[in-house]
C-alpha cells in the first residue's frame, strides 16, 4: 500500500483523484469566511512584467522571493552540479535552462491532459497568479512548446518549480525538476519496418547497464496504464518502452556510480547496507502525459527510492503540438532529491543559502564530495493545539467541482467568491508557518487529531519544530514566531486556541 510518507510528490500529483485522496492528508472543512492571500487586487510584478491579480492570486511574498534565484544554472551550486551530470548523460539533446517559470494554465495543465478535477490544479496545491497563470509546478509545462518547435529530437528541461506543501527536511514550496524526452520521426523511415529496425538496432547499441535490473514487465492496468494501442503497434510500444529503460538506467548508473565514489572517499564509517550494489526496478505508474508510465527505483543505502517518472509520451499531446509523425519517451525527475543523495545534503533549505560554509564546498570541476555539515543548531519545537470552528461547508479534497478550482480549456471557469468558505487544508497551515518562520522551520507535523464524542468538534495538534540552518534561535525569538502563527491561525481560519 502507497502510503503519503514514501510517495514523492510527483508521483502523488500524478495519481488519479480518487487513489490520491485516500493518500491525501485530511482535509477538514472550515466555516470561515474565505480570505484570499492576497486580497489587496494590486497587480504582481514578476521578473519586471506586471501580472493582474483576481480572487485566485494566493502567493505570499516569499515564494517570490525565491522566484528568478536561478540555482540549477549558479556556477558551483549542487543542484548546477546535478544538472550537468544528468545533461552529461544525453549529449546531443538540446539543453533548455532559462524557460519563464511564469506559464498558463493552458500550459501546465491542459495541454498535457490533466483531467479537469485533477487535484494539482487546486489552489491548495498551486500558487496562482490569476486565473489564467501561475508559477510553474513542473517542467512538463513546457513539453509542448518544446515539442512545437521541432529544433531536435532530444532535450532536457532543468527549471525552478512551485508547489504548496508539506514543510519538512525534504518538501520545499521552491525547487527544481528536470526533465528529457527524446522522440524519432516515423517520416524519416521509409516504411513501417525501417523504423523498427532503427528502434531494435538503438537497443542493440546499448551496452548492458552495469546495474541489476528487477523489470518484472508485469501487465499494465487495461484502462489507467494501457499502450496506445490506436497510434502505436505493439512494437513499436515495446521498442519504445524498452529503449526509455535502457537510456535511463545508464544515467541512474552514471548518477550513483559518482554517489558511490563521493561515499567511499568520504571517510565516513560504512554500513554494510552501503556497500550494497546498485538495484534498479521499474514500477507502474500513472502521468497524464504518458502511457504506459513507470517509476523507476533504486536500491540505495538500504531503501528503495523513488528517482524519477517516465513514459511512452501520450500520442494525442504530440499531434497538440504540431508533431503528428514523431513518437518517443520522456521522463522526469527531481533535482534536489538527486543532490541530496549525491552530496549527502541532509536538509532541503540549505540549497537556498547563501552561506559560504555551505556554499563553498561545491566545486563543479572536481569530483563530487560528501557535504561536512558545518555544526548543527538545536531544535526548538513548540506545539499549537486547537478547535476548528464548528459550523462550514465541507469541501471535497479536489475543489475542482467548486468554485475555487480552475477548469479545462474551453470550460467555463467560474470565479470563486470571497463568501466561499473552503475546506481548512493542512497545505494551508503549512503557508501560514512558512510565511511567518520562512526558513527558521524545520518541520511541521499533526500529532493529534481527534473529535469530541458529544460535541463533534475536531481539534488538531501540530508540532512546529524551529530550527535555523545558520544560528541558535532564542528562545524569545521561538517563542514569538510561535505566538505570531497561532495569532494568525485564529484570523484567518477562525480557529479557537487550545
Ligand atoms: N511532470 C511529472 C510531475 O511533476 C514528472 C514527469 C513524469 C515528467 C513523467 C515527465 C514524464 O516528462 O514523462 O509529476
Same mark, same amino acid.
Given at each position: 500500500?502507497?502510503?503519503?510518507?514514501?510517495?514523492? *510528490?510527483?508521483?502523488?500529483?500524478?495519481?488519479?483523484?480518487?487513489?490520491?485522496?485516500?493518500?491525501?492528508?485530511?482535509?477538514?472543512?472550515?466555516?470561515?469566511?474565505?480570505?484570499?492571500?492576497?486580497?489587496?487586487? *494590486?497587480?504582481?510584478?514578476?521578473?519586471?512584467?506586471?501580472?493582474?491579480?483576481?480572487?485566485?492570486?494566493?502567493?505570499?511574498?516569499?515564494?517570490? #522571493?525565491?522566484?528568478?534565484?536561478?540555482?540549477?544554472?549558479?556556477?558551483?551550486?549542487?543542484?548546477?552540479?546535478?544538472?550537468?551530470?544528468?545533461?552529461?548523460?544525453?549529449?546531443?539533446?538540446?539543453?533548455?535552462?532559462?524557460?519563464?517559470?511564469?506559464?498558463?494554465?493552458?500550459?501546465?495543465?491542459?495541454?498535457?491532459?490533466?483531467? &479537469?478535477?485533477?487535484?494539482?490544479?487546486?489552489?491548495?496545491?498551486?500558487?496562482?497568479?490569476?486565473?489564467? /497563470?501561475?508559477?510553474?509546478?513542473?517542467?512538463?509545462?513546457?513539453?509542448?512548446?518544446?515539442?512545437?518547435?521541432?529544433?531536435?529530437?532530444?532535450?532536457?528541461?532543468?527549471?525552478?518549480?512551485?508547489?504548496?506543501?508539506?514543510?519538512?527536511? /525534504?518538501?520545499?514550496?521552491?525547487?527544481?525538476?528536470?526533465?528529457? &524526452?527524446?522522440?524519432?520521426?516515423?517520416?524519416?523511415?521509409?516504411?513501417?519496418?525501417?523504423?523498427?529496425?532503427?528502434?531494435?538496432?538503438?537497443?542493440?547499441?546499448? !551496452?548492458?547497464?552495469?546495474?541489476?535490473?528487477?523489470?518484472?514487465?508485469?501487465?499494465?492496468?487495461?484502462?489507467?496504464?494501457?499502450?496506445?494501442?490506436?497510434?502505436?503497434?505493439?512494437?513499436?510500444?515495446?521498442?519504445?518502452?524498452?529503449?526509455?529503460?535502457?537510456?535511463?538506467?545508464?544515467?541512474?548508473? /552514471?548518477?550513483?556510480?559518482?554517489?558511490?565514489?563521493?561515499?567511499?572517499?568520504? %571517510?565516513?564509517?560504512?554500513?554494510?547496507?552501503?556497500?550494497?550494489?546498485?538495484?534498479?526496478?521499474?514500477?507502474?505508474?500513472?502521468?497524464?502525459?504518458?502511457?504506459?508510465?513507470?517509476?523507476?527505483?533504486?536500491?540505495?543505502?538500504?531503501?528503495?527510492?523513488?528517482?524519477?517518472?517516465?513514459?511512452?509520451?501520450?500520442?494525442?499531446?504530440?499531434?497538440?503540438?504540431?508533431?503528428?509523425?514523431?513518437?518517443?519517451?520522456?521522463?522526469?525527475?527531481?533535482?534536489?532529491?538527486?543532490?541530496?543523495?549525491?552530496?549527502?545534503?541532509?536538509?532541503? *533549505?540549505?540549497?537556498?543559502?547563501?552561506?559560504?560554509?555551505?556554499?563553498?564546498?561545491?566545486?563543479?570541476? !572536481?569530483?563530487? *564530495?560528501?557535504?561536512?555539515?558545518?555544526?548543527?543548531?538545536?531544535?526548538?519545537?513548540?506545539?499549537?493545539?486547537?478547535?476548528?470552528? !464548528?459550523?462550514?461547508?465541507?469541501?471535497?479534497?479536489?475543489?475542482?467541482?467548486?468554485?475555487?478550482?480552475?477548469?479545462?480549456? %474551453?470550460?467555463?471557469?467560474?470565479?470563486?467568491?470571497?463568501?466561499?468558505?473552503?475546506?481548512?487544508?493542512?497545505?494551508?497551515?503549512?503557508?501560514?508557518?512558512?510565511?511567518?518562520?520562512?526558513?527558521?522551520?524545520?518541520?511541521?507535523?499533526?500529532? #493529534?487529531?481527534?473529535?469530541?464524542?458529544?460535541?463533534?468538534?475536531?481539534?488538531?495538534?501540530?508540532?512546529?519544530?524551529?530550527?535555523?540552518?545558520?544560528?541558535?534561535?532564542?528562545?524569545?525569538?521561538?517563542?514569538?514566531?510561535?505566538?505570531?502563527?497561532?495569532?494568525?491561525?485564529?484570523?484567518?481560519?477562525?480557529?479557537?486556541?487550545?
Amino acid at each position: 500500500m502507497l502510503q503519503l510518507s514514501t510517495c514523492s *510528490r510527483s508521483t502523488f500529483l500524478a495519481l488519479p483523484a480518487g487513489i490520491r485522496s485516500l493518500l491525501k492528508p485530511q482535509t477538514l472543512a472550515l466555516g470561515r469566511r474565505y480570505r484570499s492571500e492576497d486580497t489587496s487586487r *494590486r497587480p504582481l510584478i514578476i521578473d519586471g512584467r506586471s501580472y493582474p491579480t483576481d480572487a485566485w492570486t494566493n502567493i505570499p511574498p516569499p515564494i517570490l #522571493d525565491h522566484y528568478g534565484r536561478k540555482l540549477h544554472v549558479q556556477p558551483n551550486h549542487p543542484l548546477s552540479i546535478t544538472r550537468k551530470l544528468i545533461e552529461s548523460c544525453f549529449p546531443e539533446f538540446q539543453h533548455h535552462n532559462a524557460l519563464s517559470g511564469v506559464v498558463t494554465v493552458d500550459q501546465n495543465f491542459n495541454s498535457l491532459g490533466f483531467a &479537469a478535477d485533477h487535484p494539482g490544479r487546486s489552489r491548495t496545491d498551486t500558487y496562482y497568479i490569476n486565473k489564467d /497563470t501561475l508559477l510553474r509546478t513542473h517542467t512538463s509545462a513546457h513539453e509542448v512548446d518544446v515539442f512545437r518547435s521541432n529544433t531536435s529530437n532530444g532535450y532536457t528541461i532543468a527549471a525552478d518549480v512551485y508547489r504548496r506543501d508539506a514543510v519538512d527536511r /525534504t518538501h520545499y514550496p521552491a525547487f527544481h525538476q528536470m526533465e528529457g &524526452a527524446l522522440t524519432w520521426d516515423r517520416n524519416h523511415f521509409k516504411t513501417t519496418d525501417d523504423f523498427l529496425h532503427h528502434l531494435s538496432s538503438a537497443l542493440a547499441n546499448f !551496452k548492458p547497464p552495469n546495474v541489476e535490473v528487477e523489470d518484472a514487465n508485469p501487465p499494465f492496468h487495461p484502462e489507467r496504464n494501457p499502450p496506445q494501442e490506436k497510434h502505436h503497434s505493439p512494437e513499436e510500444a515495446e521498442l519504445v518502452g524498452a529503449h526509455l529503460k535502457r537510456s535511463l538506467e545508464h544515467m541512474v548508473v /552514471t548518477i550513483f556510480t559518482e554517489a558511490d565514489k563521493a561515499l567511499q572517499s568520504s %571517510g565516513l564509517e560504512l554500513t554494510a547496507e552501503d556497500k550494497d550494489p546498485l538495484k534498479v526496478r521499474w514500477v507502474e505508474s500513472f502521468f497524464p502525459h504518458t502511457s504506459p508510465s513507470w517509476e523507476m527505483e533504486v536500491w540505495w543505502r538500504g531503501d528503495w527510492l523513488e528517482v524519477l517518472g517516465c513514459g511512452v509520451i501520450e500520442q494525442p499531446l504530440l499531434i497538440r503540438s504540431d508533431v503528428p509523425s514523431r513518437v518517443g519517451w520522456a521522463f522526469g525527475l527531481g533535482l534536489e532529491r538527486l543532490a541530496m543523495l549525491l552530496f549527502g545534503i541532509p536538509d532541503i *533549505r540549505l540549497f537556498w543559502s547563501k552561506d559560504s560554509r555551505f556554499l563553498s564546498q561545491f566545486d563543479e570541476n !572536481k569530483p563530487i *564530495r560528501r557535504f561536512q555539515p558545518f555544526s548543527k543548531y538545536p531544535a526548538a519545537p513548540r506545539d499549537v493545539a486547537f478547535w476548528l470552528p !464548528k459550523s462550514g461547508p465541507v469541501v471535497a479534497e479536489t475543489p475542482a467541482a467548486t468554485s475555487t478550482a480552475p477548469s479545462p480549456a %474551453g470550460g467555463k471557469q467560474t470565479e470563486p467568491t470571497l463568501d466561499t468558505a473552503p475546506a481548512f487544508h493542512e497545505n494551508d497551515l503549512m503557508e501560514v508557518v512558512r510565511s511567518t518562520a520562512g526558513d527558521s522551520v524545520e518541520d511541521v507535523t499533526c500529532i #493529534d487529531n481527534f473529535k469530541h464524542p458529544k460535541t463533534g468538534r475536531q481539534s488538531l495538534c501540530y508540532r512546529v519544530t524551529y530550527r535555523s540552518l545558520e544560528k541558535t534561535l532564542t528562545n524569545e525569538e521561538a517563542n514569538s514566531l510561535h505566538e505570531q502563527i497561532r495569532q494568525e491561525l485564529v484570523t484567518r481560519f477562525g480557529v479557537e486556541l487550545r
